[in-house]
Structures are given as C-alpha cells and as structure tokens.
C-alpha cells in the first residue's frame, strides 16, 4: 500500500504501522476506526499510552512492571524467599502466576542475550541477580528461559555467572507438551524429551 | 485473560483493546512494546493520533477525507464532473482509485443504512448527494456499495431519493471474482452471476 495523499491520516497510519503485527492495511483500518470515535475517546486513548510509558515503574528488586517501589510479590511475606525464578520478561511473570503452582520471588531479565540484536549481557538485569544472591542467600535459582538459542546463552551465561555464590541453579524442564501426540511433536523437542526421560511413578 | 495489579498497564490494555482486532493478549504484547521503546516515540504515538482525530477534515463536495476544503479529486480539471460514484467509506475511494479505471468524481456516505445499528439514512451523506445532483446535474450516478444486506438497502433507498432527478443510475456488478473457480464459488453469487450474464464478445 503506498503512501496516502490526506498527511494527517498518512501519519496516523504510519504511527499505527510501528506496532508489532500490524500492517499498514490494518493500520489504515484502525486509523478509520479511531476516526468514527468522539473525541474525548480518542485524547483518553493517546494519553493513558503516553502516561502508561512515562510513568511505569519497576520493583526495585525483581524489575518486574509495578505500581510501588517493591511489587506485590517481592513484598508478600507469603512468598518463599529461597527461590528465585529467573525470567526473561514481564509476559513470563504473568504466565508462571497463571499457573497457580509457584510461591517464590522472580527475577525479570528484561530480554535475553542476543548478539545478532546488539543485546549484550551488561543490558539486562544480570548483574543485580548477583548482587541479589550476595545479599539474600536464596537456597535455589530456576532458570525458566525460553527453549531457544537466546534462551539456552543467557541460561548458559547467567549459571556461569552464578555458580561462585554456590546457590542450586536448576531449569525448567523441556519436552512434550502435556496433551501432545508424539507423531506431531518436532523431531528435536522430542529427542530432547526422550534424552531427559524420568523416572515413571 | 483477568485484569493486571499494575495499574498504568491494565489502563493501557484497556485502551488498545478498544481497537478493532485486537484482543487482552494482543494489547498485553502491544502496550509491552510500547514500554520498550523510548519515551519521544511513545509521546509522538499518542499525540499524532490524538492530532489525527481532532484536526482531520473532509471535502465540502463529497466528504472524503482531504487536508483541504475540497479534496484533489473533486478540484482536478481531469476528472470527469459527470460521472458521481456512491461508496460507504473512505477505505472504497481508494480501492477504486487504486484499479486506475475511474475518472468521475465521488460521494462518500459515511457508513450504510443499518436499522439494527441504528444508522439511519439521516446520518448518512444522502441528502447532500441529492443537493449535489441538484446543483451540478450530473449524467449517472454509479452505486458502488457492498454486496450486503445493509448495502442492498442503502442502493435501494438512494436510487428512490434520486430517481426524480432523472439521473441515470448504475450498480457495479456482482459476480464471481476474477480468477476463481465456480467450484469454489458460494451458490448465491454464482446464482446472481449466471442470472446477470452479459453478451460474449
């Protein structure tokens, strides 16, 4: 789609177009729609995004997105305080949250090591993971990275960088999905999930 | 997906929710987005949509979005000022622009007659349509509007308002699209299509 002659609605459109997913079709169709809204709905709309960037802030100690200084798990005296969950970001809280299974403290990396990204380790939130250890002493740290390469460097850089303090590193474990046929599961994740077989209770 | 405890985040979920398409988990992975990128480009985001709606205008002549009073293609010599093509919205001027066929002006309506919506004819640019035969005498007026119920309805509403001016009216036609195959056609149209056939030259 080429560029529109109407420069308000161009540079709407292109706004729109920045966002992950959304092509410039959609764009144009999400333009129109704020278009056909009051506008009371549309100031509110740009301004809470506006207000939502500048004002976010982070737990001090898990750098998870919070409304106070330390979020809502780092403060809960109901939290287990020897384990912490290594995560590469927000999303990932949310997701082992829903599980309703964990009860210890996280730690969100804010991203992963990615070379080809420009991301290197000094970007995210590794070095305060150690400071965290020195000072608290947890008895076990869970690396719950994705399964990619990113995933497996950053797993692999941060146990490095940990094992001096002597803590318990542990990772998530890899294989089938519960509820998979093995005859749909790819050949890797399914060798892998033969290699790290257990033992059957 | 139930309400986040960050209060700045939910507040922007909620909003990106409000578009189109997009649902909690999207808007969730969107508003992060937001988050990652630096503070200038979320401020220019939101004030550029905000300036979007607030100061867009639409031609005097046939309502089409324009950043003058009236648009390029109502003020082009070029264009032929006998020929007026009906559409819903803005999204069809540029549909038909883009097949480079059409050299006759336009008139948007603005939406489609849709009593179960509650949009009725008078919110619709009908009147001024009427007013623009009136004024300008035109030799056909060419209803380009969607193949719908609501599309029906507003051609057949249209046509009757018009009919006294003793315009000549047209409808696009309805068929089956080019390149596809009758086997995969839906019944209604290629019934239509077959009942509508034009000689073979």
Known sequence: MESLPQKL????????????????????RLALFLLAQEEGMVERFGNTLIDF???????????????TEVCPVCASPKRDRGTICVVSDVRDVMALEN??????????LGGLINPLSGISPSQLHIESLSERIKESAPEEIILALPATPEGDTTAFYISRKIKPFGVKITAISKGIAIG?????TDEVTLGRSLANRTEYH
Chains 1, 2 share one sequence.
């Open 9 to 28: 609605l161009e540079n709407a459109v292109q706004e729109l177009n920045r966002l992950p997913g959304i092509g410039r079709k959609t764009a144009l």
């Open 53 to 67: 960037r500048k004002n976010t802030r982070y737990c001090r100690l898990c750098h998870n997105i919070s409304d």
């Open 99 to 108: 599980t309703g299974i964990y009860n210890g403290l996280y730690h969100v």
């Open 180 to 184: 998979d046929d093995l005859e749909y």
